[in-house]
């Protein structure tokens, strides 16, 4: 019997992806220089020259500049900047990382979408982490993120005693966050609940916008 050839990890380095994006622009990416400092790390990719689309399993990694994404399946769209990735994503931009179960994100833009975020952040206004988990988080991880169905706290998981719900949450990194339909939970118990609620750390003391308490 005739041994099949065994599969060939593949591992993209500068050099191959240079030559496959040189004269391909990448919105705002592109213009900024002509040899787009990318790699791709994968066990397996096709690339589609004409539609100019790669698509990777197993193990991916790909990297642009101060942005990375791991997951276990990706697809890049070099013309619009569009990657798409599913199974144990991790984002990585600018010191921040995010895992989810899925991610769409523009490397023009710098803005994606994650579903079932899970993530700490990090401030010197704030002592310790805050960790989060939300059903999706969407925006630029740098400048401002909204959060639907958010989780918040800064005891240890998996049974924290003190932790936030919200509906809806508006991050402004190292500036203020602005929540809806917020609650706070101590032991299991609901201590209350406000539809509007605006916290920003810098300020010299705790800005309240009009708020209603929910039983």
Same mark, same amino acid.
């Given at each position: 019997?005739?041994?099949?050839?065994?599969?060939?990890?593949?591992?993209?380095?500068? #050099?191959?992806?240079?030559?496959?994006?040189?004269?391909?622009?990448?919105?705002?990416?592109?213009?900024?220089?002509?040899?787009?400092?990318? +790699?791709?790390?994968?066990?397996?990719?096709?690339? %589609?020259?004409?539609?100019?689309?790669?698509?990777?399993? #197993?193990h991916?990694?790909?990297?642009?500049?101060?942005?990375?994404?791991?997951?276990?399946?990706?697809?890049?769209?070099?013309?619009? #900047?569009? &990657?798409?990735?599913?199974?144990?994503?991790?984002? %990585?931009?600018?010191?921040?990382? &995010?895992?989810?179960?899925?991610?769409?994100?523009?490397?023009?833009? =710098? &803005?994606?979408?994650?579903?079932?975020?899970?993530?700490?952040?990090?401030?010197?206004?704030?002592?310790?982490?805050v960790?989060?988990?939300?059903?999706?988080?969407?925006? %630029?991880?740098?400048?401002?993120?909204?959060? =639907?169905? #958010?989780?918040?706290?800064?005891c240890?998981?998996?049974?924290?005693?003190?932790?936030? +719900?919200?509906?809806?949450?508006? &991050?402004?990194?190292? %500036?203020?966050?602005?929540g809806?339909?917020?609650?706070?939970?101590?032991?299991?118990?609901?201590?209350?609940?406000?539809?509007?609620?605006?916290?920003?750390?810098?300020?010299?003391? =705790?800005?309240?916008?009009?708020?209603?308490?929910?039983?």
């Amino acid at each position: 019997m005739r041994a099949r050839p065994a599969p060939v990890p593949s591992s993209i380095g500068i #050099g191959v992806i240079a030559f496959l994006l040189l004269g391909t622009p990448i919105g705002a990416v592109a213009q900024e220089t002509e040899e787009l400092p990318v +790699t791709l790390n994968a066990d397996s990719y096709q690339f %589609d020259r004409q539609a100019r689309i790669i698509t990777a399993r #197993g193990h991916v990694v790909l990297s642009v500049r101060d942005v990375t994404v791991r997951a276990d399946a990706l697809v890049a769209d070099l013309q619009t #900047g569009m &990657v798409t990735a599913e199974g144990s994503v991790q984002l %990585d931009v600018a010191g921040q990382s &995010v895992a989810a179960e899925m991610l769409t994100f523009n490397l023009s833009t =710098r &803005v994606g979408t994650l579903f079932n975020a899970r993530t700490e952040y990090h401030s010197p206004l704030i002592l310790g982490s805050v960790r989060l988990r939300a059903e999706k988080l969407e925006g %630029d991880l740098a400048r401002f993120v909204t959060i =639907r169905k #958010g989780f918040t706290t800064t005891c240890e998981e998996p049974d924290p005693v003190a932790y936030a +719900t919200a509906d809806e949450l508006q &991050v402004y990194p190292n %500036d203020k966050v602005v929540g809806r339909h917020v609650s706070l939970w101590v032991a299991g118990h609901r201590l209350f609940g406000t539809v509007l609620h605006h916290f920003s750390p810098r300020a010299p003391r =705790r800005e309240h916008l009009p708020s209603h308490r929910l039983r």
